[in-house]
């Protein structure tokens, strides 16, 4: 494989362009693999999927997203947290397991328990000859290629890529992922890279605290988003489910707060819009994403309008990816290795 630069500065945002045909070879899988796979996920009684950090809420996405496809109970439990959880394990039991590189400590003690307690394990992967791919009963890999920076991109979107199709094939269709009409979609968005390189340099002021409101399918975006802003540019921002806001995170909104909202014009169009008006009323600017423009953004970064609510975060990630790289080049932070983190944590 692959692993140099090429023409670009780091490999992080190699790995963000490369989001451009990623998404496909996700889904890329051997038949009789895939079928055992969606066959263990359709038998379950009960449906448990883990990870850590970005992996993490790539569980989130498939949990409501797999809950909407088969109208099934999926849980997401963060892999740190799995084993004060364990009381509802047994032999009923499918835990997904979803990690990139598939050495991820707490990823493996939770299989590791899960299995002693009766449960199947599936996972999801990037490096196929991985303990978490040797550890479960039936493991797919993402095909995404060496993942070198440490903050997650490429390998994000082709997780959430593998589940969606394993959900379809599932549900005979009802998330509608069509590989190629994602990879167009995030191509264009990409397109849109100097605009946000600009954001970032000209637009914004110089910003300490960022907060991304979303809700349902957008929330893990939020999450996300600011995980990547943590790491690449060392900033300080936090995802908030947009109806939490009046339960406490409104009172830190003033006229120094950044505030990313996650809109399109999908079924929380509406209530998310209302949370933007009470954080512009307390003079915070506000980044608005979304295939719709209000008057109410500072800035807009337009994202295409998607045949399924579902199919959002596969776009919407891509400016939040963008806009943390070039933040981080602002910052004079490098950020394909950020200072003490390692890109497989290893230990507990
Ligand atoms: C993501 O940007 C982070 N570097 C980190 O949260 C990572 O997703 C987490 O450590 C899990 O890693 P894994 O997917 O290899 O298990």
Redesign the pocket.
Same mark, same amino acid.
């Given at each position: 494989a692959d692993v140099n630069k090429g023409e670009f500065a780091h490999y992080t945002i190699k790995e963000i362009f490369e989001q451009r045909t990623s998404v496909k070879a996700a889904t890329y899988q051997e038949e009789h693999k895939i079928k055992v796979f969606c066959d263990t996920i359709a038998a379950a009684g009960n449906i448990i999927v883990t990870? =850590? !950090? /970005? =992996?993490?809420h790539t569980s989130l996405i498939t949990s409501m997203a797999g809950c909407r496809a088969l109208k099934k109970r999926f849980e997401p439990v963060m892999a740190s947290e799995f084993k004060y959880n364990m009381d509802s394990i047994d032999k009923d039991t499918v835990v997904l397991a979803?990690?990139? =590189? !598939?050495? /991820?400590a707490d990823?493996l003690s939770a299989t590791k328990l899960a299995r002693a307690a009766g449960a199947k394990i599936l996972s999801i992967v990037n490096v196929s000859t991985s303990s978490l791919a040797r550890a479960a009963d039936v493991s797919l890999a993402i095909n995404s290629g060496p993942e070198i920076g440490?903050?997650?991109t490429k390998?994000f979107t082709g997780q959430v890529s593998l589940a969606y199709s394993v959900l379809d094939r599932i549900s005979g269709g009802r998330i509608g992922f069509d590989r190629d009409a994602v990879s167009d979609k995030i191509t264009k968005m990409l397109a849109g890279s100097a605009a946000i390189e600009r954001l970032v340099n000209v637009t914004m002021p110089k910003v300490n605290d960022i907060y991304l409101l979303g809700r349902s399918i957008h929330f893990p975006i939020a999450l996300e988003g600011a995980? %990547?802003m943590k790491?690449l540019a060392y900033v300080h921002a936090e995802g908030i489910a947009a109806g939490e806001l009046k339960h406490g995170p409104l009172a830190l909104m003033d006229k120094n707060a950044v505030v990313f909202v996650l809109n399109p014009d999908d079924k929380t169009y509406g209530d998310t819009l209302s949370s933007a008006h009470e954080v512009k009323t307390r003079g915070a600017k506000i980044i608005g994403i979304s295939n719709v423009s209000n008057d109410i953004y500072d800035a807009m970064i337009e994202i295409p309008k998607m045949e399924n609510e579902l199919l959002y975060p596969l776009v919407e990630v891509i400016p939040l990816q963008l806009f943390s790289y070039y933040l981080a080049l602002r910052n004079n932070v490098d950020p394909d290795f950020p200072r003490n983190?390692a %890109? =497989?944590?290893t230990v507990k």
């Amino acid at each position: 494989a692959d692993v140099n630069k090429g023409e670009f500065a780091h490999y992080t945002i190699k790995e963000i362009f490369e989001q451009r045909t990623s998404v496909k070879a996700a889904t890329y899988q051997e038949e009789h693999k895939i079928k055992v796979f969606c066959d263990t996920i359709a038998a379950a009684g009960n449906i448990i999927v883990t990870g =850590s !950090g /970005t =992996s993490y809420h790539t569980s989130l996405i498939t949990s409501m997203a797999g809950c909407r496809a088969l109208k099934k109970r999926f849980e997401p439990v963060m892999a740190s947290e799995f084993k004060y959880n364990m009381d509802s394990i047994d032999k009923d039991t499918v835990v997904l397991a979803i990690s990139q =590189s !598939g050495e /991820t400590a707490d990823v493996l003690s939770a299989t590791k328990l899960a299995r002693a307690a009766g449960a199947k394990i599936l996972s999801i992967v990037n490096v196929s000859t991985s303990s978490l791919a040797r550890a479960a009963d039936v493991s797919l890999a993402i095909n995404s290629g060496p993942e070198i920076g440490v903050a997650a991109t490429k390998s994000f979107t082709g997780q959430v890529s593998l589940a969606y199709s394993v959900l379809d094939r599932i549900s005979g269709g009802r998330i509608g992922f069509d590989r190629d009409a994602v990879s167009d979609k995030i191509t264009k968005m990409l397109a849109g890279s100097a605009a946000i390189e600009r954001l970032v340099n000209v637009t914004m002021p110089k910003v300490n605290d960022i907060y991304l409101l979303g809700r349902s399918i957008h929330f893990p975006i939020a999450l996300e988003g600011a995980l %990547k802003m943590k790491e690449l540019a060392y900033v300080h921002a936090e995802g908030i489910a947009a109806g939490e806001l009046k339960h406490g995170p409104l009172a830190l909104m003033d006229k120094n707060a950044v505030v990313f909202v996650l809109n399109p014009d999908d079924k929380t169009y509406g209530d998310t819009l209302s949370s933007a008006h009470e954080v512009k009323t307390r003079g915070a600017k506000i980044i608005g994403i979304s295939n719709v423009s209000n008057d109410i953004y500072d800035a807009m970064i337009e994202i295409p309008k998607m045949e399924n609510e579902l199919l959002y975060p596969l776009v919407e990630v891509i400016p939040l990816q963008l806009f943390s790289y070039y933040l981080a080049l602002r910052n004079n932070v490098d950020p394909d290795f950020p200072r003490n983190l390692a %890109k =497989s944590v290893t230990v507990k």
